[in-house]
T-cell receptor
């Protein structure tokens, strides 16, 4: 059975304090790994897609990396507006549905 | 573009009542999904539809039915609501011709009392 585990559950950062979020996955065959951002009361918003081990993607203060067993979302010098829940999801070669992790809630204090 | 539109945004039901959650997308996507989101449990797939006319069960289908009315619309029905179905429901769609992201609606917050 496909499994996606995110850690930590919550992360409190001071503005400018860089950190990383982890997403470990166990799937029969990975088609793609996705990172989403979710603000309170809203639907998830797409950030990145990673397809193969060694791949990296960047957007502003966020950088996502992928290995064969896990993905990291690095937040560099975060700002309060980076506060959100970050969700990881995998899509397998067997079908097109997305399996999500429980998310990491990031709070950045000014 | 509107993207994925869900209705209603909020709903309160009494135990045993029925209702249908509506979802429509205007991106010409083949695949559509219904998820529920509960605190600490992330998004769990209820049902999905890989194409018009097909539906498949996801992780938590019990107590729900779906209809893929046409390529644009995918509805979720609760026949006899239970307090355990209190949740936030999200509809999503994606283009399955390639590995690409799913787009989500704004969610329906359902409370069953």
């Amino acid at each position: 059975e496909d499994q996606v585990t995110q850690s930590p559950e919550a992360l409190r950062l001071q503005e400018g304090e860089s950190s990383s979020l982890n997403c470990s996955y166990t799937v029969s065959g990975l088609r793609g790994l996705f990172w989403y951002r979710q603000d309170p009361g809203k639907g998830p918003e797409f950030l990145f897609t990673l397809y193969s081990a060694g791949e990296e993607k960047e957007k502003e203060r966020l950088k996502a990396t992928l290995t064969k067993k896990e993905s990291f979302l690095h937040i560099t010098a975060p700002k309060p507006e980076d506060s959100a829940t970050y969700l990881c999801a995998v899509q397998t070669i067997n079908d097109y549905k997305l399996s999500f992790g429980a998310g990491t809630t990031v709070t950045v204090r000014a | 573009n509107a993207g994925v539109t869900q209705n209603p945004k909020f709903q309160v039901l009494k135990t045993g009542q029925s209702m249908t959650l509506q979802c429509a997308q205007d991106m010409n996507h083949n695949s559509m999904y219904w998820y529920r989101q509960d605190p600490g449990m992330g998004l769990r797939l209820i049902y999905y539809s890989a194409s018009e006319g097909t539906t498949d069960k996801g992780e938590v289908p019990n107590g729900y039915n779906v209809s893929r009315l046409n390529k644009r619309e995918f509805s979720l029905r609760l026949e006899s609501a239970a307090p355990s179905q209190t949740s936030v429901y999200f509809c999503a769609s994606s283009d399955d011709r390639e590995v690409t992201e799913a787009f989500f609606g704004q969610g329906t917050r359902l409370t069953v009392v």
